[in-house]
């Protein structure tokens, strides 16, 4: 995963991250921490949505990349969570690395990234990850594990040893964070909350210390 951040050019430490200016440069730092510590997928996040009627839903995703624009993530558009962000253009994300004893959230604006980006993301790919996106009719009832396994069987068989086009229903979305707010564990229940807002994803951050 690639960011655009040098995050060791400040020492944004437990005691001091309530004094950083704009938020960007702590989540890089902070995701750092967590990749050595969190055994599994310290990339992993809560992504939040809500349905047409407004009934919110909640999975996990992995982050695959983020910079100044925004947190990106990849999906089939026709699964569930592509349909209602496509529907909403709006979501949120939750960070937790429970070994570091740290959160944070995102509330924000989705986006599709470029066709260029998520090219060059699905190619990346494993072979098998690049066939299993045509396979899946993802969030849609399945018969039974062996309609799955027939269905990579033919595209296994289509692709042969050749290319494999990225999918026109499969890409990534960006949440362009309006609100970004870090907490850290505190003895006592005495956490420590800072908040980010801003009014569009070119404005300037506004920074508010909370009440834990």
């Known amino acids: 995963m690639t960011h655009s951040h040098d995050s060791s050019a400040k020492d944004l430490t437990n005691g001091d991250f309530t004094e950083v200016a704009e938020p960007f440069d702590l989540f890089a730092?902070?995701?750092?921490?967590?990749?050595?510590?969190?055994?599994?997928d310290p990339n992993a996040v809560a992504l939040a949505t809500v349905d047409p009627d407004g009934l919110p839903n909640v999975r996990m995703v992995l982050l695959k990349g983020f910079d100044e624009r925004g947190f990106v993530f990849y999906t089939n558009l026709e699964s569930a969570k592509g349909r209602e962000l496509m529907s909403a253009r709006k979501a949120a994300l939750c960070f937790h690395w429970k070994s570091l004893r740290r959160q944070v959230r995102?509330?924000?604006?989705?986006?599709?990234?470029?066709?260029?980006?998520?090219d060059e993301y699905y190619q990346s790919r494993a072979r098998g990850s690049r066939i299993g996106a045509w396979a899946s009719k993802q969030s849609r009832p399945l018969e039974s594990r062996f309609a799955l396994e027939k269905e990579v069987a033919r595209y296994t068989a289509k692709f042969g040893l050749g290319e494999i086009p990225r999918p026109e229903n499969w890409t990534g979305l960006r949440i362009t964070p309006l609100e970004i707010e870090f907490w850290h564990d505190r003895p006592f229940r005495l956490h420590d909350r800072v908040r980010f807002t801003r009014a569009s994803g070119e404005a300037a951050w506004d920074k508010t210390r909370l009440y834990p």
């Open 106 to 118: 995102v509330r924000g604006l989705v986006d599709l990234v470029s066709d260029q980006e998520a």
């Open 29 to 40: 730092k902070w995701l750092a921490d967590a990749e050595p510590k969190e055994i599994n």
